[in-house]
């Protein structure tokens, strides 16, 4: 029943900091309210209004530490949209972001115009450009344009740095930690692939050297809290030395104490991160009960701690990974022993009691994910089971090997002997994830969360067999007809993907968010001109429209949208025509094409060639441009016609200063059923071009919410003025085009 209490005083805590921080004005009214409703309970005299008057206490800390960080937080926000100099503390670990800048949380010291700075203190988000030195401790100097947060957030501003520059580095125990993990990840990184950039993720969090495509074979498997430093890892780090000083004959207090200074010494290790404060706090708790001979009861540690560091920091209520820890943990300490013997009647007691625990944090903590990712895990309790033999190993001789860096030949055996369990998640994770139907595509937010929320009480009650007949049937209806969709959108994903699209289509344009990929389709030959950025839309696509092999891929230039999943083809493709090659990147690729057995051939003007009885032919860009060498404007333009294909052209990421030029030398002559409009719909068009075009069909591959505006609105007045009807697959979906009857022929995945 105290549990139970103390649970009930952490989720209503949750909810007053929610509510505080995103609601500053109800701050000041909540701190008279509070106090004044203690007075009144605690007056009552009534037993049952202890939980009441907890709760008021704790909003009424809540609300003070909120008042109390108030005016620094606002004096930060009125940087908005200034260029600014910061001098700030690193207060936690630093990773690699998608724009390519070291990002960091951090405390300011000052900040303010250059030259003009103020003493203030806050927490801000900044990026820079990746440097050295960039520890836990250390201090910074930047230059950059500050942007301000929503009141949600921890961070008070985030600043995209344009200068950086390590005034002061990390010092004491910070610097010793900092070198730490810096030699073990140089250790690891001399361990071949699979399982090198992952084993320090593992062992002390730091994800850095992670590939970005193996981060997201985690995720999609569910196994990316492996990789963050949580409860687990602090319990083991407790237990072994609360084990190995008993063994040396240590007494109770001194096991605690010893117990104690471990754990906040891996804490700097792995950096200060909300789940790793969460688990930290919670541990110490476990201590304390210990040292007072008093039994433990985990969920009321947890909660606990939950209520003293949402009071302490408030703005942790709205960190996603400390709701999931605390969620996770809770899933264990709450749902784990029902769930296992639930599962006990269906199957033998020792897959049940490893099934229960993946399961159990499966469960609880697939709401709070459908918050934020618009993706959900359908393979994780499997993968999670696959993984949890290893993850243990990993984690300990890892750290172990961390902890080892003095001594170069035992760190390095160490180092070797993680390295086994560590290759074998990543394997899981990344074969997992290559699966069928293994995440599902969900709109982050709260519907979404309230859906896999229903599901997954649905699923609970299935299992654990509530007494209530009628419970237990409409759970199991709700759980019946999830898996139903389920399979059948699997089946209609992968094997009888085919049957869902006509098939007498001869252009296709792929729905791949924002990027290029069309096919082309003559007889039993295959055209693809280009690949978009994600493998698994251009996979969908390709096996929607019953496409195994590629004989001709057409890379128009290497940028991301066009390219990024063009190596995942490598094996099926005959032959490539790529534009010009600027950047090593850009060679990698079609090294990598080559190495899976297809021809490379450069693309100018004056290249032509047949697919089935269609031929094409590249109109631009003319050989040995010195005007356009690469990118954009230097995009493969290609006209392709006959053997049952409408006329199209393709027109890459061209501007409007080579489509000018394209329209004047000549070579785009006579009448086309299809265009490939420029670079997505930008507004950067030649508007005589696609006059001269006329093309009853306009293709616009384009991304749903896209950052630029695609496609422009002036450039679908262009296309309207040309006669031209647009097709954009953001809301149309997989756009088919054919002849039937000398007729061009359209269907689309979706209505607009």
């Given at each position: 029943m105290k549990d139970l209490r103390t649970s009930v005083l952490a989720a209503a805590l949750w909810g007053i900091a929610l509510l505080l921080i995103h609601v500053p004005a109800l701050v000041v009214a909540s701190i008279p309210v509070s106090l004044t409703g203690v007075v009144l309970l605690v007056a009552t005299r009534r037993r049952r209004a202890g939980l009441g008057v907890l709760v008021l206490l704790c909003g009424a800390?809540?609300?003070?530490?909120?008042?109390?960080?108030?005016?620094?937080?606002?004096?930060l926000g009125e940087q908005d949209g200034h260029v600014i100099e910061a001098l700030v503390e690193v207060t936690s670990s630093a990773s690699l972001g998608s724009d390519g800048r070291l990002w960091f949380d951090a405390q300011t010291i000052d900040i303010g115009p250059p030259g003009h700075p103020q003493r203030i203190s806050a927490p801000v988000r900044a990026g820079v450009e990746p440097t050295d030195g960039v520890d836990l401790g250390a201090v910074l100097q930047i230059n950059g344009q500050g942007k301000r947060t929503d009141a949600g957030e921890r961070a008070a501003l985030v600043i995209f740095g344009t200068r950086a520059e390590v005034t002061e580095r990390a010092s004491g125990i910070f610097a010793v930690a900092a070198a730490t993990r810096a030699d073990f990840i140089a250790r690891a990184s001399g361990l071949p692939e699979p399982g090198a950039g992952l084993l320090p993720g593992l062992a002390v969090g730091d994800t850095r050297a992670v590939p970005e495509e193996v981060s997201a074979a985690m995720l999609a498997s569910g196994l990316s809290h492996l990789t963050a430093v949580s409860g687990a890892n602090c319990a083991i780090v407790v237990a072994a030395v609360f084990w190995l000083v008993s063994l040396l004959g240590g007494g109770r207090l001194l096991r605690i104490v010893l117990s104690l200074l471990a754990l906040g010494a891996f804490v700097v290790l792995v950096t200060p991160e909300p789940s790793v404060i969460r688990a930290s706090v919670m541990a110490a708790l476990a201590m304390l009960t210990v040292l007072l001979g008093r039994p433990s009861a985990g969920l009321a540690m947890l909660s606990l701690a939950a209520c003293g560091l949402l009071i302490a920091d408030p703005w942790l209520a709205a960190t996603p990974g400390f709701a999931l820890s605390a969620a996770a943990t809770a899933a264990l300490l709450v749902l784990s022993r029902p769930l296992l013997r639930g599962l006990a009647r269906w199957m033998p007691m020792p897959l049940a009691l490893a099934l229960s625990v993946p399961l159990a944090a499966q469960l609880v903590c697939g709401p709070i994910v459908a918050l934020f990712s618009d993706t959900q895990s359908v393979i994780g309790v499997i993968a999670n089971l696959l993984a949890a033999p290893a993850a243990p190993i990993a984690t300990v001789i890892g750290l172990l090997a961390c902890l080892a860096s003095p001594v170069p030949a035992l760190a390095d055996l160490l180092a070797a002997a993680a390295w086994l369990p560590a290759a074998w998640i990543q394997t899981t994770a990344t074969v997992s994830s290559a699966l069928p139907g293994a995440t599902a595509a969900v709109p982050a937010g709260p519907v979404a969360a309230t859906v896999v929320a229903v599901l997954s009480a649905a699923a609970t009650l299935v299992l654990?067999?509530?007494?209530?007949?009628?419970?237990?049937?409409?759970?199991?209806a709700v759980v019946v007809i999830a898996s139903a969709a389920s399979i059948a959108r699997m089946?209609?994903?992968?094997?009888?993907?085919?049957?869902?699209?006509?098939?007498?289509?001869?252009?296709?344009?792929?729905?791949?968010g924002q990027g290029d990929a069309v096919l082309v389709r003559s007889g039993s030959q295959t055209a693809l001109v280009d690949t978009g950025a994600d493998p698994d839309a251009l996979g969908e696509c390709l096996a929607q429209t019953a496409i195994d092999r590629i004989d001709l891929l057409v890379l128009t230039?290497?940028?991301l949208d066009h390219v990024g999943a063009a190596t995942s083809l490598a094996g099926r493709v005959g032959t490539v025509?790529?534009?010009?090659?600027?950047?090593?990147?850009?060679?990698?690729?079609?090294?990598?094409?080559?190495?899976?057995g297809a021809a490379l051939r450069g693309g100018a003007v004056g290249t032509h060639g047949s697919l089935g009885a269609a031929e094409w032919r590249v109109v631009w860009p003319p050989p040995d441009s010195?005007?356009?060498?690469?990118?954009?404007?230097?995009?493969?333009?290609?006209?392709?016609?006959?053997?049952g294909v409408p006329r199209m052209l393709m027109l890459g990421d061209l501007s409007a200063a080579?489509?000018?030029?394209?329209?004047s030398n000549g070579r785009v002559r006579g009448e086309y059923a299809v265009v490939k409009v420029a670079h997505h719909g930008s507004r950067d068009q030649e508007p005589a071009l696609y006059a001269q075009i006329a093309a009853p069909a306009a293709l616009v591959s384009v991304g749903e919410d896209n950052d630029y505006g695609h496609p422009r609105k002036e450039t679908l007045a262009i296309l309207e003025a040309a006669g031209s009807r647009t097709?954009?697959?953001?809301?149309?979906?997989?756009?088919?085009?054919?002849?039937k009857e000398g007729r061009l022929v359209v269907w689309t995945e979706r209505q607009e």
């Open positions: 800390g809540l609300a003070t530490t909120i008042a109390g960080a108030q005016p620094a937080r606002d004096a654990v067999r509530p007494r209530s007949r009628r419970l237990r049937l409409g759970a199991t089946l209609l994903t992968g094997p009888l993907a085919s049957t869902t699209t006509p098939g007498e289509w001869t252009i296709a344009a792929c729905d791949i230039h290497f940028d025509l790529h534009g010009p090659v600027a950047e090593p990147d850009d060679q990698r690729i079609l090294d990598e094409l080559a190495a899976g010195a005007a356009f060498p690469s990118g954009n404007d230097a995009s493969i333009v290609v006209d392709i016609a006959g053997g080579p489509q000018r030029q394209l329209l097709l954009r697959t953001d809301q149309r979906g997989l756009v088919l085009l054919g002849e």
